[in-house]
């Protein structure tokens, strides 16, 4: 049972809470054919990720953007392995900091020096896990690939196949098989497959995730990223998420997860202690459409550093002050609170209009379906019975 009054709060976990957010950005695109993604982090910042994190209550700080020397402007594998190298040594010193490491692609190529980085820095306390949230696998090596793009290998890297140089960053730090999986793939060749079944890396399918839901696969697969290991990270690839949701990434994929399905489901996140670094890459501002990308990557930062739910607040304000020109439009009320997640209803006879500041707050503490009350707040579910 709630007490009375009780407040809407991020909850007693999260890691985050404790330590300082630190994010990087990754302006390098030049793993993948579309280069584009190396806009995203000017892209994102502007899109208010630091504020977004700090209202919420976290020492949040947009540290720096990594951009490819000026030497490898010309060899895209200089430009990927300079940019890595870098941010693998930036990565595990804010991690042996006790700081939480955010990173913000650029292509998913900044994952090798993203999670090489992170799994040195633990080396001394246990292995790494680690969730690869995406609708592909991303584990070619160059004998496999079909494009060369190297953003299409850097799962494989991570294990220990592929080119050399980029295998040996962070002092050849790599991951066990056993500790990783993916999420969400429903695009793939088979020389990549054939290397993660070899190695016994659990894949789940798009087609598993419909089948038995989000919530169970996630499960499962944090039972195996946390077996054993000393901390676990997550990456998400935006093309994860169904493109009608998420058109602004690098390759979209159809058929994939919904926007708000999954910012559902990294709420749980938050209640990680082991989650040691995030990840979020292949945002292609020039593909978005009317910021969604954007307002996603925001809400799915929100979801799995503050437990907050997809309540997109400022477009809830900017529809009550369209219709405070109309005084019978109905106004959205809280129903209750339930662990944090705050459940809306639109009320009948909930209407909402000029008035004084007085009538809102009758209002807005109307029983639902009731119109002339002024009883104080009766909310099912907030009160006690
Ligand atoms: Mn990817």
Redesign the pocket.
Known sequence: MKAKGARLEPGPFFSAHARAVKTIGVACGRGARDIRCEQAPEALCSAKLISRMRSRGLAAAWVDTLRPSRHASTDDFKAVHNVCRRLAKRVETILARNKFPVVIGG??SC?IGTWKGIARSLESRGPLGLL?V???M?AHTPDTTPSGML??M?LACLLGYGDPQLVGLAAGARLQPERVCLVGVRSFEAGEAALLQRLDVRVFFMAEIEERGLDTVLSEALAIVKKGTAGFGL?I?L?VVDPRDAPGVG?PAPGGIGANELISALTRFAREPGLVSAEI??YNPCRDRYGATASLVVNMIDALLCGQHALDLDRLIEREQHHAAHPDALLPIPLGIDEGRARWTTAPGATCGRGSRNARRRRASRRPGTTRSTAPATVPGRNPA
Do not use: R
């Open positions: 292509d998913h994952a690869w995406d609708a592909h991303d953003h299409g850097p990456t690839d093309d390759t890459v292949e």
